[in-house]
């Protein structure tokens, strides 16, 4: 029997550098871009894991709970780390991390999550590189939220490890992932005699192997399916523009904010001010005594498509996420939102 995602020829080295290069041209860097062949949990953890170890001091932003995962992270590879956590309901701010970067000097690596999409927030990554580089620390991003709802631009921030994933404003697959990586941070990597080697989580496996080795001869076989799938989203992008795909992602955003508070009821923005919200999804605080968990369940019995989701943790009980990413970041899908959210509300009120 024969299917038209089983039969297909193989796919080649040379396509697999075209879809890198692709996604370099995304974000307009001329670092070395690699795909790695997995979710984006893989390069982040690599990336980490290659450049950070024991002489490592880190300082690790916490906006939400993923920047709480790069700091265990960093611990785990023997790095001392200083966390700078602010409210989930904020960014962190360039000022911020100036006087975390003063009070400790020998500060090197500094991570930070560009979108957080459990938390709805977004922080001002051009102006924090700015004072990254100043400082002569290496900078390393979670951008995978991000990239494809809000610019995303490793080169002219600064920034030396750029992690993306496809599956939330790119519209693509959840299996493959890729990373951009600056000439600092391979010297840091090579230099680091903690960094996996003959690792699924290696990325000077991929540098000595693929990179330096022209891109002619791939590390392993590719996640084909994947991977034409990655090629197909970043397409899509491009035949529409970005800078269409993200105005949609920002006037998404916009609209959810703006409707939750037209709904009444109670509900509000969980991040205060508009200039911290990430595009990608929007975070709504329900009314004291009311359950956001059960408000979102109530919605989603009626229509199990929508992209609603209580909050994660402790904040199940007074956040509702908005997932407007994607496809789903269309006018048509925030109003069926808000009208369930609204029908919800009255039913648990």
């Known amino acids: ?89 904020t960014a962190v701010t360039a000022d911020q991390i100036r006087d975390a970067l003063a009070e400790h000097p020998r ?50 921030w600064g920034v030396d490890l750029c992690v993306i994933g496809a599956q939330k404003a790119m519209g693509g697959p959840a299996g493959v992932s890729a990373v951009s990586v600056s000439e600092r941070a391979w010297a840091r990597m090579a230099a680091n005699p903690h960094a996996p080697r003959r690792s699924y989580l290696s990325l000077l496996d991929w540098k000595e192997r693929w990179v330096d080795a022209g891109r002619k001869a791939l590390l392993h076989a590719p996640a084909q399916l994947e991977m034409l799938a990655l090629e197909a989203c970043v397409e899509r992008i491009e035949s529409e523009g970005l800078e269409t795909v993200m105005a949609r992602h920002a006037a998404a955003a916009a609209a959810v904010r703006a409707g939750a508070l037209a709904l009444g009821g109670g509900l509000e923005p969980y991040v205060y001010e508009a200039s911290d919200a990430a595009p990608v999804a929007t975070t ?24 609603l989701a209580a909050g994660g943790g402790v904040l199940a009980k007074e956040m509702i996420r908005v997932n407007h990413y994607g496809p789903a970041a269309d006018p048509a899908v925030v109003e069926a939102c808000l009208t369930a959210l609204r029908a919800a509300l009255a039913a648990t009120a």
């Open 1 to 89: 029997m024969t299917h038209p995602f089983l039969d297909l020829a193989p796919l080649s080295a040379a396509r697999f550098a075209a879809i890198e290069d692709r996604v370099a041209r995304l974000l307009s860097t001329g670092q070395d871009v690699v795909i790695m062949q997995g979710e984006a949990l893989l390069p982040l953890e690599g990336a980490i894991r290659g450049a950070a170890g024991p002489g490592t001091t880190a300082l690790n932003v916490i906006t939400g709970p993923y920047g709480q995962t790069f700091g265990d992270w960093l611990r785990d590879c023997g790095a001392t780390v200083h966390d700078l956590a602010v409210p989930f309901h």
């Open 284 to 307: 709504l605080r329900t009314p004291a005594g009311v359950d956001a968990s059960a408000v979102v369940a109530a919605a989603l019995a009626v229509d199990g498509s929508l992209p």
């Open 107 to 156: 500060i090197d690596f500094v991570s930070l999550v560009h979108a957080e999409a459990a938390t709805g927030n977004t922080n001002p990554v051009a102006e924090i590189g700015e004072v990254v580089r100043a400082h002569g620390a290496l900078f390393y991003l979670d951008a995978v939220a991000s990239v494809g709802a809000e610019p995303v631009l490793p080169d002219a």
